[in-house]
């Protein structure tokens, strides 16, 4: 089944602990995504990449860190400079300007 | 700066009724639009797109057209069912490739 997988689904973080969120794509898509989704708010855009080797700030990058060394994977790292790192986190590709999925999400906790 | 929202934020309907679920963008300049449904705690799964070219795409009992010149889409769900309770967001594709999404209209049907 192709597909967007993202793991773990639930993940908690004790303070000064960086954490890392797995996002893995089959589809053969160029760009990925990552999201955070607060209780009442939007989707809010942290980091994307439309080829290997290469991405971009979004709108709330500070204390978030990404890598994209193989098309399939787009992990995404939580650092402790993230005072706030409590949401829910989704992970999205498309190929160029089609149609885009989403993974199921992980659900971080600071504990 | 594209903004997009979405009237109501919440509705709750009897089973069975035809409903129809409104975004509104401020930009004309996009490229395609889709909707998305999100249940509790879950991703976002891909429900319909529409190309910036197309007035309309169905799928199934859900209908969706787009009037760029107004700023307007619409996503119709005809024969409402409890199982098409969620979350519906739309998302905008601008020409850069990223998405701008509404905050979503919570759904409720009851039976």
């Known amino acids: 089944d192709g597909g967007i997988t993202q793991s773990p689904k639930y993940l908690f973080r004790k303070e000064g602990q960086n954490v890392t969120l797995s996002c893995e794509q089959n589809?053969?898509?160029?760009?990925m995504y990552w999201y955070r989704q607060d209780p009442g708010q939007g989707l809010r855009l942290i980091y994307y990449?439309?080829?290997?080797?290469?991405?971009q700030k979004g709108d709330i990058a500070e204390g978030y860190s990404v890598s994209r060394e193989k098309k399939e994977s787009f992990p995404l790292t939580v650092t402790s400079a993230q005072k706030n790192p409590t949401a829910f986190y989704l992970c999205?590709?498309?190929?160029?300007?089609?149609?885009?999925?989403f993974g199921q999400g992980t659900r971080l906790t600071v504990v | 700066k594209q903004e997009v929202t979405q009237i109501p934020a919440a509705l709750s309907v009897p089973e069975g009724e035809n409903l129809v679920l409104n975004c509104s963008f401020t930009d004309s300049a996009i490229y395609n639009l889709q909707w998305f449904r999100q249940d509790p705690g879950k991703g976002l799964t891909s429900l319909l797109l529409i190309q910036s070219s197309q007035r309309e795409q169905t799928s199934g009992r859900l209908n969706a057209s787009l009037d760029k010149s107004s700023g307007r889409s619409t996503l119709y769900i005809a024969a409402s069912q409890p199982g098409d309770s969620a979350t519906y967001l739309c998302a905008l594709r601008d020409y850069g490739q990223n998405f701008v999404f509404g905050p979503g209209t919570r759904l409720s049907v009851l039976p």
């Open positions: 999205a590709s498309s190929n160029g300007r089609d149609e885009a999925f």
């Open positions: 589809l053969n898509h160029d760009a």
């Open positions: 990449s439309q080829i290997v080797n290469d991405f």
